[in-house]
T-cell receptor, first 114, second 116 residues
Framework: AAGVIQSPRHLIKEKRETATLKCYPIPRHDTVYWYQQGPGQDPQFLISFYEKMQSDKGSIPDRFSAQQFSDYHSELNMSSLELGDSALYFC?????????????FGPGTRLTVL | AQSVTQLGSHVSVSEGALVLLRCNYSSSVPPYLFWYVQYPNQGLQLLLKYTSAATLVKGINGFEAEFKKSETSFHLTKPSAHMSDAAEYFCAVSETSGGGADGLTFGKGTHLIIQP
């Protein structure tokens, strides 16, 4: 079965640079979520989108922005990168008409800021 | 606001022994509860979910969990541990009802170690 696809899988950036992470949800899924997992930490919810509209907002820094496109894929844009942004970034997707908010996670993008 | 507490950041059991990972939640409305497993350098895989249909939930890989409202708990168990169960386990809560796009709130995770 098709899963959530994230690209790139690994990314290395310098401080103050920008980064763009991409997420392709499971086919038919209309909702995407972004999470940040620091080393040895639990995943922290950043933001979610349903039908291209922001649905829920968590602890996303002002330096980050995200959007969902008409084909339901999503991009997380990160500017003025800081060392503390080094983390594993997960995208998850779900189908809103299915209740219970069951989210399927991608393999993650490991961002390293030097 | 919702929250999850996982007791024990590390749990060690012998192969073949009972696995018990503890999770307590706090939620202002009836919650949806999930257990995810994460292997090193991999994503999160759903083990099981509680959606109010049944208090005893069976998941993949022989795991199950029981929802106890009076104790606000959702502990994860497996009768007999296998070496392949060694991983990080996260309990998560969502307050969405009837569908939605709310983010999950995760516990700090429990690292399960299996002794041969």
């Amino acid at each position: 079965a098709a899963g959530v696809i994230q690209s790139p899988r690994h990314l290395i950036k310098e401080k103050r640079e920008t980064a763009t992470l991409k997420c392709y949800p499971i086919p038919r899924h209309d909702t995407v979520y972004w999470y940040q997992q620091g080393p040895g930490q639990d995943p922290q919810f950043l933001i979610s989108f349903y039908e291209k509209m922001q649905s829920d907002k968590g602890s996303i820094p002002d330096r980050f922005s995200a959007q969902q496109f008409s084909d339901y894929h999503s991009e997380l844009n990160m500017s003025s990168l800081e060392l503390g942004d080094s983390a594993l970034y997960f995208c998850a997707s779900s189908l809103r008409e299915e209740a219970y908010n069951e989210q399927f996670f991608g393999p993650g993008t490991r961002l390293t800021v030097l | 606001a919702q929250s999850v507490t996982q007791l024990g950041s590390h749990v060690s059991v012998s192969e073949g022994a009972l696995v018990l990972l503890r999770c307590n939640y706090s939620s202002s409305v009836p919650p949806y509860l999930f257990w995810y497993v994460q292997y090193p350098n991999q994503g999160l895989q759903l083990l099981l979910k509680y959606t109010s249909a049944a208090t005893l939930v069976k998941g993949i890989n022989g795991f199950e969990a029981e929802f106890k409202k009076s104790e606000t708990s959702f502990h994860l168990t497996k009768p007999s541990a296998h070496m392949s169960d060694a991983a990080e386990y996260f309990c998560a809560v969502s307050e969405t009802s009837g569908g939605g796009a709310d983010g999950l709130t995760f516990g700090k995770g429990t690292h399960l170690i299996i002794q041969p």
